[in-house]
C-alpha cells in the first residue's frame, strides 16, 4: 500500500551554506501577520517574505536551470525597491541538503520555495533572511496529462510588476481565488488585461498554438524559465504576440508551462474548447521533448 501524501510544508532557514528546520510560531512575526497559522504563502508572509522563487527536486538533490532560477530571483531582488541581497551559492548547498533530506524522510520528491526576507528570522530565532519551503510532490497526474484540463480567466488580479516574483502576491491570489467559486474549481487561472489579452496563469506561462506555431505573451509577463526552455524546444519559431480571447477560435492547441509541472495541455479555457478537446499534437511533441531536456540537464 502506497502511504499517503503529508501536505505538511517543511521550512528550512538558509544560514551559510547549511539548511537548518524550524517550526514557524504561532503568533509574533516579523511581517505583520501570523506566522504558524494559514498555508505556506501566509506563514511566509508573516515571516516577512518579499520575493521568491519556485521549483522542483528530481531524486531529492538534483535541479533543472537551477542557475537561472537564482539569477531570476536575484533580479526581482533588485527591482524590488528596498535592500534585498542572497548568496546564490549557500543557497544552492542548502538546497541540495533540504532536498535530500526531504526525500530521505519522505520518499519523494519536493515542490521547492526560496524567499528572500527583508530582514533577518528573529521570530525563530535566525539571523538568516532566506527560507526554503519544501511540500510533497507527486507528479502532475495522469489525467491532466493525458487529457488535459481546464482554466478559467479573471482580471480582477494581477501583478502590478510583473518581473518581480512578490510574495505578498501569492497571498492576495489565494485569498481571491478562494473567494470565486469559478477560480477555485479550474485547474488555474489564468490572468487577462483589461483589452481581454491573455496574460499568464497564476503560477504558469500560458501558450496557445496555431498552425503549429506557438503564440505567447511577449511583455507585462513573468519570463518564465520553463517556457523560454520548451519554446527553444519547438519545431517552429514561436510568435511573441499578445492573445486576445475574441480570437482563441483561431487556435487549435493551448498548454502551460511551469517550472514544477513542465508542459499540461490545455483543452478548454473559459467556454473555449481548443481542436477536438484533447492534448494537440504540438503540445504532446513538446511535452516529451522537455522531459527528455530536462533528463539530459539535470545537476
Request: glycine residues 10%; proline residues 7%; contains cysteine.
Amino acid at each position: 500500500m502506497q502511504p499517503r501524501p503529508d501536505p505538511t510544508p517543511r521550512y528550512f532557514a538558509v544560514e551559510g551554506p547549511s539548511a537548518r528546520e524550524f517550526t514557524p510560531p504561532s503568533g509574533g512575526t516579523t511581517g505583520g501577520g501570523t506566522a504558524g497559522a494559514g498555508s505556506p504563502a501566509e506563514v511566509l508572509d508573516g515571516l516577512g517574505a518579499a520575493v521568491y522563487e519556485g521549483l522542483r527536486t528530481y531524486d531529492g538533490s538534483c535541479f533543472f536551470a537551477l542557475a537561472e532560477h537564482l539569477g531570476r530571483l536575484a533580479r526581482s531582488c533588485a527591482d524590488f525597491g528596498a535592500p534585498l541581497e542572497f548568496e546564490a551559492d549557500d543557497v544552492y548547498r542548502a538546497l541540495v541538503q533540504a532536498g535530500a533530506r526531504f526525500r530521505m524522510d519522505r520518499g519523494v520528491d519536493a515542490r521547492v520555495r526560496i524567499d528572500v526576507c527583508r530582514g533577518p528570522l528573529t521570530a525563530v530565532g535566525s539571523a538568516a533572511t532566506v527560507v526554503l519551503t519544501l511540500t510533497e510532490f507527486h507528479g502532475v497526474g495522469r489525467e491532466a496529462s493525458t487529457r488535459g484540463v481546464e482554466v478559467a480567466t479573471t482580471s480582477a488580479i494581477r501583478r502590478e510588476r510583473p518581473t518581480v516574483k512578490d510574495s505578498h502576491w501569492t497571498v492576495v491570489r489565494e485569498r481571491h481565488i478562494r473567494a470565486t467559486p469559478r477560480l477555485a474549481a479550474c485547474y488555474e487561472p489564468v490572468l487577462v488585461d483589461d483589452a481581454g489579452r491573455l496574460l499568464e496563469g497564476v503560477q504558469s506561462n500560458v501558450v496557445c498554438v496555431r498552425d503549429g506555431v506557438p503564440y505567447t505573451a511577449p511583455s507585462r509577463v513573468l519570463p518564465g524559465v520553463t517556457r523560454d526552455a520548451v519554446l527553444e524546444l519547438s519545431p517552429e519559431e514561436p510568435i511573441r504576440d499578445f492573445v486576445d480571447l475574441r480570437q482563441l477560435g483561431r487556435f487549435e492547441e493551448c498548454f502551460l508551462t511551469s517550472s514544477v509541472r513542465g508542459v499540461v495541455p490545455i483543452v478548454k479555457l473559459d467556454d473555449t474548447v481548443f481542436g477536438d478537446g484533447r492534448p494537440g499534437p504540438l503540445t504532446r511533441e513538446l511535452m516529451a521533448r522537455y522531459e527528455a531536456h530536462v533528463a539530459q540537464h539535470l545537476r
